[in-house]
């Protein structure tokens, strides 16, 4: 349980949440194995989290307080955080570490409740992007309420923040939900809740001003052993798709036809 | 008999004392007035303000006395120049009566007196009709033709009232002298002759005298009011547009070269950030009085394509909006978006052609102030998804598709097959061609640089191309207002350039032509940088490349923005045209040349939406239907995309066939 202000105030602290993925819309597979080339890959921000982080600053513009970026991952990249700190986020901190690399959604949420509870133990609201951009996995912010024993609240999509309290609408299967709940509390947000603002590579310089701190595992308190993932992934592959490269001539109108004919029949004769 | 000038005749003794008395008090209203604006432009002192005037008194006195500007546009330029002539010389003309009168006649001398006097009294005449012709014609364009760009405000007729007055009162103030006091020369006062016959001949000496003295003070008071109140009206263009020129015409940087506020490699990081301006107190009193020397003209708006195009944006609006910001009394610290005075869209729909800048009469360039705010928007990073992605894919792939490095490869393989070396396979290449994401990635515009190569290798031009080492050149950064990102691809560019000792470049995109070649200056790193129609024409010329398949079609060329006005290349691609079309014929669309009309994708525009009634590409396309033309020549890739999607638009795509200069060239060949 982590130590959270009790008072009522208006002017939130918000903790936001930053995963750094590989960019998977990048992503090539080896020609043979199939694998992901991992090596080449370019880094960036999770996409929901850079919401996330949007969110929060627009929070900050509005009533106030202050925006904290945590980021945990095997090799967290510091220009990356600069990016959030020069979107608006006022501090950050950073765990590096190689066990991370395997992490799943517990092993994270561990990692970065334990970042949290020292680094910014006072917070009223830690926004997570709802998953991440490479695993898509869903977990690591309902778990880290679980952890906290805060309410939260998952795909959010528009964001209120009143007095010791917020209300969210929830995009979810059927429409949408409005929910409320009392702070502190954790809220995932998806793609549709805002545009993140790009921050001008000016403002990336100007961010070196603003505090950047890294941690380790000892400063946190966590051993290896705390971040052993519960599921063990055996294999990543990509799918192997191939084009079909039937060619169909004639007139416009049956062609039309003959196409129309190949779907139906390719999604098993429903239309 | 002598001819003689007679001053303050048919009015009591003592008038002229009594008429420098009314005078003070106007005079110094308008004193009061010049020092206000000037200090309100922020002008610390006379001698700064002088130094400036004397570095610019040669553009003075071609664009503001010379009127350069002004007469391009003719019945405007006429009636511009009939309005200044007229003033002027009846200024001059009361200067030396004034002269005359009280200096050479208080020493015992005089100026206005036999032959010389009689011309005087014709020129003054001759000149007054001028005087009122231009303001006949300024009523028939605001009042009867309504030209639609011109505004009709409140002391806009003011003036013109004023104006009128003092012009036709000057002749019924002759015209009563002559009546009542008739001289054996005043066939010279010709007109003044005309009006006396007309309707005041045979009519009582004594209420004519009376007309005559009320007149006289009333046109004299009209005059003295008109020149106080010169410096809070309209008419204050007289000075502030000389003042304009004089200031800034010398300081201002060749068209298509931005200003480089910064060097991100020389920056230091916990200096303040600033990038262009949100209030107007952020500009010097020069970019100021740039503001405060619009007239209003309208000239610029009628030229600009994102206005045509029915978007936001007018430069005109935007520069009068600055204007009467500049004078509102807390208007210098507003911030100009949160206020609402400018509409974000405005400053986006500017897709930097410089036709504005080319339009107005007077060296005002509205598309920097355009500019500057757009960096000021940009630096915050408060941008829509378009404009985040663009400047995104070029951080990270180094080009503004967000295609990554293995399409670019495909590309350069495909030239490979057709003979083109890298610069690694090539290191003694005379030239690089420089190819452009345009002309990497798209489809149609890798037709484009198929078609150059194809003649280059034909032409047996010693040339390699940079492969996959060649990005962006920072373009579109530079130009949706992200010096940061530009400047990173531009450094990152100049260095892989330099380190292979690349001299000479070829070009098929403009941005690219006009980046490498005036941008990078900036950054330490001069290139000769040949657009592909100079090349080609090069070519022909000197018999390199023969062209054996002449066409016989109809062809026309929308000279795009950064090859045409920008970088004023227009001889080469006729010529190359022409060269290749020797069987068919060349025809010139409505505008073209330095008036051409950009296409709508320029100054990054092409990567993201405004919000408009109509689009820059599809009425420059009918435009180029009405040649009746079966092929529109193009010399830029995205003149070509645009042209494509406005030809499928409108039904066009069969009839008018969309073709780049070199696809031209590479079928003749």
């Not at chain 1, 190689?98 to 799943?104: G, K, T, V, Y």
């Not at chain 2, 990005?471 to 920072?474: A, F, P």
């Given at each position: 349980m982590g130590t959270y202000r009790m008072m009522s105030r208006t002017m939130p602290d918000i903790v936001v949440c930053v995963k750094q993925t590989v960019d998977v819309y990048q992503l090539k597979p080896h020609?043979?194995?199939?694998?992901?080339?991992?090596?080449q890959a370019q880094w960036k921000n999770s996409d929901f989290d850079l919401n996330a982080v949007e969110e929060a600053v627009r929070i900050k513009e509005k009533s106030g307080g202050k925006v904290v970026v945590v980021s945990v991952g095997p090799e967290v990249k510091q220009l990356l955080v600069r990016e959030c700190l020069a979107m608006g986020a006022d501090e950050a901190y950073i765990l590096s570490d190689?066990?991370?690399?395997?992490?799943?959604g517990a092993a994270t949420a561990k990692a970065l409740a334990a970042v949290i509870k020292t680094a910014?133990?006072?917070?009223d609201i830690i926004l997570c992007g709802?998953?991440?951009?490479?695993?898509?996995?869903?977990?690591?912010g309902p778990r880290l309420a679980e952890i906290f024993n805060v309410p939260h609240v998952s795909y959010v999509n528009k964001l209120e923040v009143g007095d010791r309290v917020l209300k969210a609408w929830r995009a979810v299967e059927d429409g949408v939900e409005v929910v409320s709940c009392s702070l502190p509390a954790v809220v995932t947000v998806g793609l549709e809740i805002n545009t993140p603002r790009l921050p001008s590579l000016l403002m990336i310089r100007a961010a070196q001003k603003k505090p950047l701190k890294e941690l380790s595992l000892n400063d946190v308190g966590l051993t290896k052993d705390d971040l052993m993932p519960r599921a063990e992934t055996l294999e990543v592959k990509a799918l192997k798709t191939e084009r079909r490269r039937q060619v169909f001539e004639g007139k416009v109108e049956e062609l039309a036809e003959k196409l129309a004919e190949r779907i139906i029949a390719h999604m098993g004769g429903r239309r | 008999m002598e001819p003689i000038r007679e001053t303050y005749i048919l009015l009591p003794p003592g008038t002229d004392f009594l008429m420098y008395l009314v005078l003070v008090p106007f005079a110094l209203v308008f004193v009061f007035g010049v020092v206000y604006r000037l200090r309100r432009l922020g002008v610390r002192s006379v001698g700064e303000l002088l130094n400036s005037v004397f570095r610019g008194v040669g553009y003075m006195a071609r664009y503001?006395?010379?009127q350069r500007k002004v007469v391009s546009e003719h019945l405007a330029g006429v009636m511009h120049l009939l309005i200044y002539t007229g003033i002027i010389a009846l200024f001059i003309g009361t200067t030396l009566v004034f002269i005359d009168h009280d200096i050479l006649r208080v020493l015992?001398?005089?100026?206005?007196?036999g032959d010389f006097y009689l011309g005087f009294e014709f020129v003054l005449d001759v000149m007054g009709v001028a005087f009122l012709l231009g303001l006949a014609l300024l009523i028939y364009r605001r009042?009867?033709?309504?030209?639609?760009r011109l505004r009709n405000r409140l002391e806009y007729s003011m003036a013109l009232a004023g104006l009128l007055f003092i012009g036709l009162s000057g002749y019924v103030l002759e015209a009563i002298r002559l009546t009542v006091?008739?001289?054996?020369?005043?066939?010279?006062?010709f007109v003044g002759k005309a009006v006396s016959t007309a309707f005041?001949?045979?009519?009582?000496?004594e209420p004519l005298t009376l007309l005559y003295r009320g007149i006289w003070w009333s046109h004299a008071i009209v005059a003295f009011a008109m020149v106080a109140v010169l410096p809070y009206s309209p008419l204050g263009h007289i000075f502030s547009t000389l003042l304009n020129i004089a200031v800034n015409a010398p300081r201002q940087l060749p068209l298509g070269k931005m200003k480089t506020p910064f060097r991100i490699d020389e920056l230091d990081p916990s200096a303040d950030i600033k990038l262009g301006?949100?209030?107007?107190?952020?500009?010097g009193w020069m970019e100021k009085l740039g503001l405060d020397a619009c007239?209003?003209?309208g000239r610029c708006e009628a030229a600009c394509p994102a206005h045509a195009a029915g978007t936001p944006l007018s430069p005109r609006d935007i520069m009068q909006k600055l204007r009467r910001q500049l004078w509102r009394?807390?208007?210098?610290?507003?911030d100009v978006f949160a206020s609402g005075l400018i509409d974000e869209e405005e400053v986006w729909a500017?897709?930097?052609?410089s036709a504005c800048i080319e339009a107005c009469p007077v060296l005002i360039r509205p598309m920097d102030y355009i500019l500057e705010m757009r960096r000021a928007l940009t630096l915050e990073g408060k941008l829509d998804k378009r404009k985040t992605a663009m400047l995104t894919n070029l951080s990270r792939?180094?080009?503004?598709?967000?295609?990554?490095?293995s399409e670019k490869q495909k590309f350069f393989e495909e030239l490979a097959e057709m003979g083109v070396q890298t610069l690694e396979e090539?290191?003694?290449?005379?030239?690089?061609?420089?190819?452009?994401c345009a002309s990497i990635y798209d489809a149609r515009g890798r037709e484009i640089a198929k078609s150059v190569a194809k003649i280059l290798l034909k032409a047996g031009v010693s040339f390699a191309v940079l492969g996959v080492e060649e990005?962006?050149?920072?373009d579109p950064a530079r130009r949706i207002g992200e010096e940061g990102r530009f400047q990173e691809l531009a450094l990152q560019n100049i260095e892989t350039l330099k380190q292979k000792s690349v001299k000479k470049i070829i070009v098929n995109c403009p941005h690219c032509f006009n980046t490498l070649k005036k941008e990078y200056r900036d950054f330490g790193l001069e290139l000769e940088v040949k657009h592909h129609s100079q090349v080609i024409g090069e070519l022909l010329r000197t018999g390199r490349l023969k062209l054996t398949k002449p066409l016989s079609e109809k062809i026309t060329l929308h000279d795009s923005c950064y090859i045409?006005?920008?970088?004023?290349?227009?001889?080469e691609p006729r010529f190359v045209i022409q060269s290749a079309n020797k069987d068919g014929a060349y025809v010139e669309m409505s505008?073209?040349?330095?008036?051409s009309f950009c296409c709508g994708a320029g100054g990054s525009t092409y990567w993201y939406e405004v919000r408009r009634t109509d689009r820059e590409s599809v009425i420059r396309l009918r435009e180029a239907v009405e040649t009746g033309a079966s092929i529109l020549a193009v010399e830029c890739p995205y003149c070509m995309q645009m042209f494509a999607d406005a030809a499928r638009v409108t039904g066009v795509d069969q009839s008018l066939k969309i073709k780049d200069i070199a696809e031209i060239v590479a079928e003749s060949i």
């Open positions: 020609p043979e194995t199939l694998a992901p080339q991992l090596s190689p066990s991370l690399a395997q992490a799943d910014s133990p006072k917070w709802e998953a991440s951009l490479d695993q898509n996995a869903y977990q690591t | 503001g006395l010379l015992g001398l005089r100026l206005l007196r009042f009867i033709r309504h030209e639609p006091e008739p001289r054996p020369w005043s066939g010279y006062s005041f001949v045979n009519l009582p000496t301006f949100r209030s107007l107190s952020e500009l007239t209003d003209c009394s807390d208007g210098l610290d507003e500017c897709t930097t052609c792939y180094g080009n503004p598709y967000g295609f990554d490095q090539k290191p003694d290449a005379e030239y690089v061609y420089w190819i452009g990005t962006c050149t920072g045409g006005r920008i970088n004023d290349v227009f001889e505008r073209s040349g330095r008036k």
